[in-house]
C-alpha cells in the first residue's frame, strides 16, 4: 500500500484554529456528541457504527468512526519523515471523506500548539500535521489515528435524524480511546434503546438532558 501524505485541507475545518478566546469559551463545555448507527442504516460506510463528531465554524459536521479498526500498521501509512514507532494501536477508518488524509484524536491538558477541534475536556482532534508530529515523537501520549473523516454538509445530519437513522448519546472520554472496539456498536445500542436510556429526548435526568441537548445544538444544528 503508498505511503499516505499527511496533509492540511483548508477547505475543510478540522484545520482551521479558533482564535484563542473562542477556544477559551468553547472549552467550557462539550463540543462532541455520539452518534450510534440504527441497524435500518444500510450505507456500508456507516452500518454498525459509532461516530464522534463536532460541529466546524462553517456549520458542516465533522467527526471519526470510532469502532473501525484496519489491518494497518503506521508504518505502512505515514510517510517516511514522521516516525511511527512509538504508535502501538492499530490505525482506525475514519469515514469516507480524503481516506489519504491522518486525523488523530488525542488528549492533552493543554490546548495543542496547532489547530484542533476541542471536543470533551482535554480531548481535541485535528489533521495538522504539527499535532500529528508532536503526538508521535511522544511515548506516553494518549491518541487514536485515522485514515479519512466523516462529514455532513450543513443541515444534512439533521435531516437524517429527522429520517430516524442515528441515536445520540453523550461521548465520554473512556468510550474514545477504548482499545476493543468490537462490541462498541451493539453496547452502545442497548444503551440507547434500554428505558433507562440517557440520550437525547428520553430517559435521561434533567441535568443529562440539558448537558445532552446542549451538545446537540452546538454539534448538529446549524446556526439560525
Known amino acids: ?9 483548508s477547505a475543510v475545518s478540522l484545520a482551521l484554529a479558533l482564535p484563542s478566546q473562542a477556544r477559551d469559551l468553547a472549552e467550557r463545555a462539550p463540543n462532541a456528541v455520539l452518534l450510534v448507527a440504527k441497524p435500518t442504516i444500510v450505507d456500508p460506510n456507516f452500518s454498525r457504527t459509532v461516530v464522534l463528531v463536532t460541529q466546524a465554524p462553517d456549520a458542516e459536521t465533522v467527526g471519526v468512526i470510532l469502532n473501525r479498526p484496519l489491518p494497518l500498521a503506521a508504518s505502512e501509512v505515514l ?18 471523506v480524503l481516506r489519504q488524509v491522518i486525523v488523530a ?9 496547532a489547530s484542533a477541534f476541542h471536543l470533551l475536556k482535554d480531548v481535541y482532534l485535528s489533521m495538522h500535521p504539527d499535532n500529528i508530529k508532536m503526538l508521535l515523537a511522544s511515548k506516553h501520549r494518549r491518541y487514536r489515528l485515522y485514515l479519512g473523516f466523516s462529514g455532513w454538509a450543513p443541515g444534512q445530519l439533521e435531516d437524517e435524524l429527522a429520517a430516524d437513522g442515528w ?20 453496547e452502545l445500542l442497548d444503551k440507547a434503546t434500554s428505558p433507562h436510556a440517557s440520550l437525547r429526548g428520553r430517559g435521561a435526568s434533567r441535568a443529562q438532558a440539558a448537558a445532552l441537548d446542549c451538545a446537540f445544538s452546538k454539534v448538529i444544528l446549524p446556526p439560525r
Not at 1 to 9: A, D, N, T, Y
Not at 105 to 113: A, G, I, N, T, V
Not at 167 to 186: I, K, S
Open 1 to 9: 500500500m503508498p505511503r499516505i501524505s499527511v496533509i492540511v485541507l
Open 79 to 96: 510517510p517516511p519523515e514522521l516516525a511511527s514507532g512509538n504508535y502501538r494501536d492499530p490505525v482506525y477508518y475514519g469515514g469516507p
Open 105 to 113: 484524536l488525542f488528549h492533552s491538558e493543554r490546548p495543542p500548539p
Open 167 to 186: 441515536y445520540v448519546l453523550p461521548a465520554d472520554d473512556e468510550l474514545l480511546f477504548r482499545h476493543d472496539t468490537a462490541g462498541l456498536w451493539r
